[in-house]
């Protein structure tokens, strides 16, 4: 991997694999390719073993199981009716109309209620950096909606170029990142 794709990944500072990929995929495609293939993960795997067996060699020896691959994204159409009703005839003006829309938008990616809580507390913060940004009043219609998408990517469904180039660029990717990494989840209860 490149320099610039490992100091991405210490700084992504996330065990969320498929955030990092899809923000290292800016910096390099193929450093995320890279890091999203099954002989980097089998290599690894047979590094993890190595280090778990004792060096005796006892048949009592540690072995390291993998876990089991995630399951496959869900495929087909992405969910594009809006959560929230949102008045095409009033611009969006400040960050609080975004967050519940942001958040059920990203929560529809998420893998499991951690994530989901994570993505519920990072919520003001999504929303300050989504109306900072420079989107159009039509994109941030669609983000206030929060249409539930589960597939597919954001950016297919903005409505312009300029709004796709702002949600791609490096610096806004890092930000999103910076979001979700520095967000603290509400605990769940004890059992």
């Known amino acids: 991997m490149s320099e610039k794709a490992l100091a ?3 700084k992504a500072d996330s065990d969320d694999i498929g955030t990092v990929i899809g923000g290292l995929n800016k910096v390099s495609e193929d450093d995320a390719a890279l890091l999203a293939s099954r002989s980097l993960r089998k290599d690894f795997d047979g590094c993890i073993s190595e280090a778990a067996l004792p060096d005796s060699g006892s048949p009592k020896a540690q072995s390291y199981a993998p876990p089991e691959a995630a399951a496959k994204p869900a495929v ?3 969910n594009l ?3 929230y009703p949102v008045r095409a005839d009033q611009p969006v003006s400040s960050s609080i109309e975004l967050t519940k829309g942001l958040v059920s938008m990203f929560s529809s990616y998420a893998r499991d209620e951690s994530q989901k809580k994570t993505y519920a507390a990072a919520g003001q913060c999504l929303s300050t950096l989504v109306h900072k940004a420079g989107f159009s009043q039509e994109a941030l219609h669609f983000f206030a909606g929060g249409a539930p998408l589960g ?4 950016v297919e469904h903005l409505p312009n170029d300029k709004d796709k180039a702002i949600w791609q660029s490096p610096r806004f990717t890092q930000e999103l990142v910076d979001c979700t990494t520095n967000a603290t989840p509400t605990p769940l209860p004890a059992s």
Do not use: L, W
Request: hydrophobic residues 30%; positive net charge; without cysteine.
């Open 81 to 83: 009716k809006p959560a």
């Open 76 to 78: 087909g159409k992405p």
């Open 8 to 10: 991405y990944i210490v």
């Open 151 to 154: 597939t597919g990517s954001i």
